[in-house]
């Protein structure tokens, strides 16, 4: 039997007040139980809340650089603990070793950088128009937040939210995805085992609507950042602005890569491979749409065909595996039915379209890389978002197409575009319609020190990561003061 964790609250590992449990398998093969964990409700959430409340006096009043400190504790820790976090990442989201062990060095990262910004945690100066005032802003903490995150990165994302919103003096609660509990407890461990005091940083699973409804009816809770689904972080934001509650929504991508006439082909199958199948899709920065000249379709998808097959799929604990497993049965059912409607409405699958269930691949949640062609703007699978490695190719005939192409859909998060012009770049750059635009490389990834979010549906606008990080997490006071 695993290993049973609890929530963490108010600097102890304290069981669910309703005592009930949650079994978390293997994506990869769901006869092996990873772990069990406590699910918390309304009342340990509240506990949360009110531990959090409790701590945020001295914690806002302790030195920013003070605070930085707990974090790039906490980061050595992380870097320590990488490859027994990174196997128990795969073990419960699916990802490859190498996936999740890059990630958990990524959110050491985030932890050093925003240590570092400990010591720049400020307002502005101001020419005033008094001969003796002195003008000047403060950037304050807002008190208790709310942080609920994914699964598709639960030590990235978690880390990039906790990291800015301890450094600015808040006091937080973290509600981690249901399908990604020890990854969450893992990272916590290393924040308790920094010294970070009691109360400062709390950790309540259990189910998204019951818990977010806590963050959104309690009157200490004074911001929510959520990552997610569309339609949960709408329905969350629509029910925190009865409160006025700061929201900050990070949810879906639709994300293209443009092949211009004269870009490198290889170079935008490997963009296209990495991006499409790395993370098997699920990622909200996942290149989901290709848009190439009507003259290289037939040459492009046949590399990328190629580059396709060629992904060794199975348990991500293998060296040799490159893609690993849907989360879960419910991703599982939702990829393999827009595969069948893209088929229905007329793409072509160049390859892949299968859901993998021989031989060790029968207990788990595995589907092929798949890349149709023969799509049109209409087609379901351009429009929704698939999350799962599934890459839909549409052609163009003028670059002005390929831009209107790209910029159809409700979302707006990332796009590359694939040239040798920089003419062309500069255009592109200005046209899309994207919060994270790349040239040359693929629509995924995201520097730690640079803000990350999206346009339209994306994003509710304002920035992750890097300083702008800070603004959402902090609250402005302007300050007249006469000699």
Known sequence: MPDTFHNYINGAWMPAAGGELHENANPADIRELVSVHSRGGRGDAFAAVEAAKKAFPSWRDAPAPARGEYLARAA???????????????REEGKTLREARGETLRAAQIFDFFAGEGRRV????????GRDTFLYTLREPLGVVAL???????????????????VAGNTVVLKPATNTPLTAVRLFECLADAGLPVGVANLVYGPGAELGDVFCESEDVKAISFTGSSEVGKGLA?????????????LGGKNPLILADDGDLERAVAYAADG???????????????????????????????????????NGLRDDVDMGPLVDAASLERVLNYIEVGKK???????????????????????????????????????????????????????????????????????????KSLRRAMRYIKQIEAGVVHVNSPTVGAACHV????????????????????????????VYLDI
């Open 345 to 419: 409405e007329g793409a072509t699958p160049a390859c892949g379209g299968r859901r993998l269930d021989d031989g060790e691949l029968a207990h788990g949640f595995f589907v092929e890389p798949t890349v149709f062609v023969g799509v049109t703007a209409e087609m379901t699978i351009w429009r929704e978002e698939i999350f799962g490695p599934v890459l839909a190719v549409a052609t163009y005939d003028d670059f002005d197409e390929a831009i209107a192409l790209a910029n159809d859909t409700a979302y707006g998060l990332s796009a590359t575009l694939v040239t």
């Open 238 to 250: 629509a029910k925190a602005h009865q409160r006025l509650v700061k929201v900050q929504l990070e």
């Open 148 to 166: 609920v995150t994914p699964w598709n990165f639960p030590v990235a994302i978690p880390a990039w939210k906790l990291a800015p919103a301890l």
């Open 76 to 90: 050595a820790l992380l870097r320590e603990r990488a490859d027994n976090i990174g196997r128990d990442f795969t």
């Open 276 to 314: 499409a199948f790395g993370s098997t899709g699920q990622k909200c920065t996942a290149t989901s749409r290709a848009i190439v000249p009507r003259g290289r379709l037939e040459e492009f998808a046949a590399k990328l065909g190629a580059a396709a097959k060629r992904i060794v799929v199975g």
């Open 122 to 129: 400020g307002g502005r100066t101001f020419a005033a128009d």
């Open 451 to 478: 803000p990350f979010g999206g346009y339209k549906e994306s994003s509710s606008g304002s920035r992750e990561q890097g300083q702008e990080a800070l603004e959402f997490f902090t609250q402005l006071k302007t």
